[in-house]
């Protein structure tokens, strides 16, 4: 509170564009704070702590001009922001509640500020007032309308409280209390409870937690230091160096001068040297005030006579007389200084919180944009566009739809190595009797030119030379008539190439089936998971579909190798003959006695071929291998190259009838079905479809809160912005 001749200065200050632009900022902070600008944004503003019984209930009615709730203990229980104004018109008050959070400390999703009683003209009614609003802030529970007149006793006594609710011992939740008048100069600040150290553990960490949080970031921390105390030991210069190591925003306000000893000279030259800048430098130094004790208050002193008697004491008092920073002592100069420091660090604060919010809200509309659309549309309808879509999604990745290639081409991938996999089973004969430790077996397990180089059987594997395949028939014969081969030879050889085809089938089909199953994951992913119940329900039915349709397609596959390993059996007559000649031929030209091989003869063979075709006999060089003599391994060369004649005849029915299998009871009948199941299964033709198809795309909670979350934060930093650009920015 301003002197007499301070207040007349104060009131010339007010008619400068100084003095506006200081009210204009202020304003605006506090209107921002009003949006719950602060939830989202560092504003900027002054905050006075302190120890319990520091002297800063008492600097707090000086600055304002009005007196607040006092008793012993903690008695403020929560934040208290003055907003004063200077003002022609003559003083006024208007108490007012901001909530920003809920009883049990969680943010409420709108920050609502209410005014709390009439409008005040006495300032002794203030005092009254705050009470009944710290009483109406610490039970949340009950009407604001009954503590607006309560009973100041009652409230002391406890009494008026919820049934069955006990009052919260601190809460986060502001009373604001805006001041004007014409001795009052254009200042905010915050004023928190004062911090405990004799009290519960849990009740001074609460305190403690109120006040860092409070006094982090964008902000001026006054803290009020008793000199009646060493400065080392208050816990809130502690705080303040904790959060400011630097000391680049804290303003030291030592207090109770008048209680330092009349014989502790070291004291006081301690305190100076605080207060000149030579111990415990500050960046804004300290002030030094002195406020009326107790019976003084008691007596009614006058703000003019309390601020009369303080200019008077540090006039009188060494060593303050004396001292070489006189602009440093007295409540005026304090609220001066601060009130200029305020002006500054919101107008320098300005451009960074307009750029700020212009960021936050291109990362609220980002966020916004990331969320799934809310559904307008009527629920069936909805429901069913987004089975029939997703049903004809996967119809493309069938069918490989140029923008849908991905499973086709790994299936297709699948299939070949199928193909080699069958392909490596053909049977390894070699026509000799037994390894003569040459290389050439590869010359005979491959297949004809008709195979790509790349497609031939694996040259490592084992191989069977004549004499075990003469003892492979001979392990055969029972009534048979000499040179008669048995069927029953040819038959195991058959299903020697046969029996690990049914594992290769199994393997492809396994490999197709879980490609499958993941682009159907990630289907059912891009179309469902924002309604997370809707997937609980089709997720399941889909994999249901695919294991029926997986049984059937594995039933299919085994018929068609069923087929395979009945007895032997083609019509392709002409391919087989073919081959077993070619075969045949490859293996007799491989025998000792050939008249083919010899290289010299290369002229007469190309004469006899010649003279052949002018004969009208086609004859190729590899069919030569049919005139050697008879060989004493005839038969065993026959019923090898009868056997790999039909291991080609089977090998091409089985490389496209078992993709074909897979393609067609797999893929496209669980393609061509899923809609009709889902029809049935989800109940969208029965008489409650609509309350069905509403439960199926309600959105999760989680979605729910993150929109509404987000969008409650996009409001306030548009109000913000708006606000922002309106002061001129």
């Not at 030879?489 to 690990?500: E, G």
């Amino acid at each position: 509170m301003l002197s007499p001749t301070d207040a007349t200065s104060n009131a010339l200050i007010g008619q400068t564009g100084y003095a506006k632009t200081t009210k204009e900022l202020i304003s605006l902070v506090s209107k921002l704070r009003g949006f719950g600008a602060q939830v989202y944004l560092d504003l900027p503003r002054i905050v006075v702590i302190g120890n319990q019984s520091a002297g800063k209930s008492s600097l707090v009615e000086a600055i304002s001009g009005i007196t607040v709730p006092r008793d012993a203990g903690t008695c403020t229980r929560c934040p208290m922001e003055c907003r004063l104004s200077n003002s022609p018109d003559s003083w006024s008050c208007q108490i007012s509640i901001r909530w920003e959070f809920d009883g049990d400390g969680q943010r409420l999703p709108e920050v609502s500020e209410v005014s709390f009683g009439p409008h005040i003209l006495d300032k002794a009614e203030v005092e009254p007032m705050l009470r009944r609003a710290q009483a109406a802030i610490l039970n949340p529970d009950i009407s604001l309308s009954d503590f607006v007149d309560a009973d100041i006793d009652t409230l002391k006594a406890g009494g008026l409280t919820a049934e069955g609710a006990k009052p919260l011992a601190f809460s986060r939740n502001v009373i604001c209390v805006d001041l004007a008048g014409p001795d009052l100069v254009d200042l905010s600040f915050v004023d928190l409870p004062g911090i405990v150290q004799n009290a519960e553990p849990e009740i001074v960490k609460l305190v403690e937690d109120l006040v860092t949080s409070y006094v982090e970031g964008n902000c001026l921390i006054l803290v009020t230091l008793p000199m009646s105390d060493d400065i080392e030991n208050q816990k809130a210069a502690r705080i303040a160096k904790h959060v400011d190591p630097h000391g680049v925003r804290t303003i030291g306000v030592m207090t109770k001068p008048d209680t330092i000893a009349p014989g502790s000279t070291k004291s006081r030259e301690m305190w100076l040297d605080v207060l000149e800048g030579r111990r415990h430098t500050l960046n804004h130094g300290y002030y030094c005030t002195r406020q009326p004790d107790d019976d003084k208050r008691l007596s009614g002193v006058t703000p003019a006579d309390a601020r009369a008697d303080e200019a008077e004491f540090f006039k009188t008092t060494a060593p303050w007389s004396t001292s070489s920073a006189p602009s440093r002592f007295g409540t005026p100069n304090l609220v001066k200084n601060i009130s200029v420091l305020l002006t500054k660090i919101i107008s320098d604060s300005l451009p960074k919180l307009l750029d700020e919010v212009a960021t936050q809200l291109t990362a609220c509309k980002k966020q916004l944009d990331g969320l799934p659309p809310v559904v307008t549309t009527d629920p069936s309808a909805f429901v069913v566009d987004l089975i029939v879509t997703f049903c004809a999604e996967i119809r493309q990745h069938v069918d490989g739809s140029p923008t849908h290639t991905k499973l086709v081409q790994t299936n297709k991938v699948t299939y070949d190595k199928f193909k080699k996999s069958i392909l490596s089973t053909a049977p390894a004969f070699v026509p000799f009797e037994e390894h003569d430790g040459s290389d050439r077996n590869f010359e005979y397990i491959k297949l004809d030119s008709e195979f790509n180089v790349n497609d031939q059987p694996d040259s490592a594997r084992p191989v069977m030379y004549l004499g075990e395949v003469r003892d492979r028939i001979r392990a055969c014969i029972t009534r048979e008539l000499p040179n008669n081969i048995p069927y029953a030879a040819k038959r195991a050889f058959i299903r020697d190439f046969q029996q690990s085809w049914e594992r290769h089938t199994r393997l492809c089909f396994d490999r197709v089936q879980d490609t499958f199953k993941d682009a159907l994951t990630e289907l059912i992913k891009d179309f469902f998971n924002r309604f997370g119940n809707f997937k609980a329900i089709v997720a399941p039915i889909v994999m249901e579909q695919l294991n029926q349709r997986s049984k059937q397609t594995i039933a299919h596959t085994l018929t068609i190798l069923e087929l395979e390993s009945a007895p032997p059996f083609t019509q392709n007559t002409h391919y087989l003959a073919d081959k077993r000649d070619k075969q045949l031929a490859q293996y007799k030209k491989a025998r000792p006695g050939d008249t083919t091989n010899a290289s010299e003869d290369n002229a007469v063979l190309a004469e006899a071929l010649s003279a052949l075709a002018r004969l009208g006999r086609s004859v190729k060089e590899e069919d030569l291998g049919k005139l050697n003599p008879p060989d004493e391994y005839e038969e065993e060369l026959v019923i090898m190259a009868e056997v790999r004649a039909y291991f080609q005849v089977a090998y091409k029915r089985v490389i496209d009838y078992i993709p074909l299998s897979i393609d067609k009871h797999f893929l496209y009948a669980f393609a061509e079905g899923l809609r009709a199941v889902l029809f049935e299964k989800l109940g969208l033709g029965s008489a409650n479809a609509d309350a069905r198809c509403a439960a199926y795309i309600a959105e999760e909670p989680s979605v729910v809160a993150t929109r509404s979350e987000v969008l409650t934060k996009q409001k306030r930093l548009e109000d913000v912005q708006k606000e922002l650009f309106n002061f001129g920015l």
